[in-house]
Nanobody, 120 residues
Protein backbone atom coordinates (compact mmCIF):
# COMPACT_ATOMS: atom_id res chain seq x y z
CA UNK A 1 0.00 0.00 0.00
CA UNK A 2 1.34 3.42 -0.95
CA UNK A 3 0.07 6.65 0.56
CA UNK A 4 0.74 10.17 -0.74
CA UNK A 5 -0.49 13.25 1.11
CA UNK A 6 -1.01 16.68 -0.40
CA UNK A 7 -2.75 19.94 0.39
CA UNK A 8 -0.68 21.30 3.25
CA UNK A 9 0.51 24.88 3.40
CA UNK A 10 0.50 28.14 5.28
CA UNK A 11 -2.82 29.59 6.38
CA UNK A 12 -3.94 32.29 8.80
CA UNK A 13 -5.79 31.44 11.98
CA UNK A 14 -9.48 30.94 11.26
CA UNK A 15 -8.79 29.73 7.75
CA UNK A 16 -9.34 26.35 6.12
CA UNK A 17 -7.33 23.71 4.32
CA UNK A 18 -8.20 20.37 2.78
CA UNK A 19 -5.66 17.58 2.89
CA UNK A 20 -5.77 14.64 0.51
CA UNK A 21 -4.29 11.17 0.83
CA UNK A 22 -4.10 9.16 -2.37
CA UNK A 23 -3.73 5.44 -1.75
CA UNK A 24 -2.67 2.74 -4.16
CA UNK A 25 -1.40 -0.82 -4.28
CA UNK A 26 -3.19 -3.58 -2.37
CA UNK A 27 -6.02 -1.32 -1.31
CA UNK A 28 -8.36 -4.29 -0.80
CA UNK A 29 -6.25 -5.23 2.22
CA UNK A 30 -6.84 -1.89 3.95
CA UNK A 31 -8.73 -2.29 7.21
CA UNK A 32 -8.59 1.17 8.78
CA UNK A 33 -7.38 4.59 7.64
CA UNK A 34 -6.44 7.54 9.80
CA UNK A 35 -4.97 11.01 9.85
CA UNK A 36 -2.27 11.69 12.44
CA UNK A 37 -0.23 14.78 13.17
CA UNK A 38 3.01 15.55 14.90
CA UNK A 39 4.05 18.97 16.12
CA UNK A 40 7.70 19.77 16.97
CA UNK A 41 8.65 18.25 20.30
CA UNK A 42 5.34 16.44 20.67
CA UNK A 43 4.15 12.88 20.19
CA UNK A 44 2.25 11.87 17.09
CA UNK A 45 -1.47 12.07 17.79
CA UNK A 46 -4.60 10.77 16.12
CA UNK A 47 -6.55 13.52 14.36
CA UNK A 48 -9.34 11.52 12.73
CA UNK A 49 -9.94 8.08 11.39
CA UNK A 50 -12.22 5.40 10.00
CA UNK A 51 -12.68 2.18 11.89
CA UNK A 52 -12.77 -1.21 10.21
CA UNK A 53 -14.64 -1.04 6.91
CA UNK A 54 -15.33 2.65 7.48
CA UNK A 55 -18.23 1.95 9.78
CA UNK A 56 -17.26 4.43 12.50
CA UNK A 57 -15.47 7.77 12.44
CA UNK A 58 -13.36 8.95 15.34
CA UNK A 59 -11.96 12.45 15.98
CA UNK A 60 -9.35 13.69 18.37
CA UNK A 61 -10.78 15.89 21.10
CA UNK A 62 -8.88 18.97 19.97
CA UNK A 63 -10.31 18.91 16.43
CA UNK A 64 -13.85 17.68 17.01
CA UNK A 65 -16.35 20.04 15.41
CA UNK A 66 -13.70 21.73 13.25
CA UNK A 67 -12.27 18.92 11.13
CA UNK A 68 -14.08 16.41 8.94
CA UNK A 69 -12.70 13.21 7.47
CA UNK A 70 -14.08 11.67 4.31
CA UNK A 71 -13.15 9.02 1.81
CA UNK A 72 -13.85 8.52 -1.90
CA UNK A 73 -13.19 4.87 -2.72
CA UNK A 74 -13.82 5.49 -6.41
CA UNK A 75 -10.87 7.88 -6.43
CA UNK A 76 -8.84 5.95 -3.82
CA UNK A 77 -8.49 9.15 -1.84
CA UNK A 78 -9.09 10.11 1.77
CA UNK A 79 -9.61 13.74 2.77
CA UNK A 80 -9.31 15.88 5.85
CA UNK A 81 -11.25 19.13 5.73
CA UNK A 82 -9.83 21.47 8.35
CA UNK A 83 -11.82 24.56 9.32
CA UNK A 84 -11.36 27.25 11.95
CA UNK A 85 -7.66 26.48 12.07
CA UNK A 86 -5.67 27.51 15.10
CA UNK A 87 -1.92 28.05 15.54
CA UNK A 88 -1.86 24.92 17.71
CA UNK A 89 -2.95 22.89 14.66
CA UNK A 90 0.50 23.53 13.19
CA UNK A 91 2.11 20.14 12.58
CA UNK A 92 3.12 17.62 9.98
CA UNK A 93 0.03 15.66 9.02
CA UNK A 94 0.35 12.00 8.10
CA UNK A 95 -1.96 9.57 6.39
CA UNK A 96 -1.89 6.07 7.86
CA UNK A 97 -3.46 2.80 6.75
CA UNK A 98 -3.59 -0.54 8.52
CA UNK A 99 -3.74 -3.49 6.16
CA UNK A 100 -4.55 -7.14 6.89
CA UNK A 101 -2.08 -9.11 4.80
CA UNK A 102 -2.23 -12.72 3.68
CA UNK A 103 -0.30 -14.02 6.70
CA UNK A 104 -2.95 -12.65 9.02
CA UNK A 105 -0.72 -9.84 10.26
CA UNK A 106 -1.74 -6.21 10.47
CA UNK A 107 0.80 -3.95 8.76
CA UNK A 108 0.87 -0.18 9.15
CA UNK A 109 1.64 2.05 6.18
CA UNK A 110 2.45 5.76 6.39
CA UNK A 111 2.66 8.60 3.94
CA UNK A 112 5.55 11.04 3.85
CA UNK A 113 3.59 13.76 5.61
CA UNK A 114 2.47 17.24 4.64
CA UNK A 115 3.26 20.39 6.61
CA UNK A 116 0.42 22.55 7.88
CA UNK A 117 1.38 25.90 9.39
CA UNK A 118 -1.22 28.20 10.94
CA UNK A 119 -0.12 31.76 11.62
CA UNK A 120 -1.70 33.90 14.32
Amino acid sequence: VQLVESGGGLVQAGGSLRLSCAYSGSTDQINTMNWYRQAPGKKRELVAGFSSAGGTIEYGASVKGRFAISRDNAKNTMYLQMNSLKPQDTAVYYCQAAALISTGQIVDYWGQGTQVTVSS
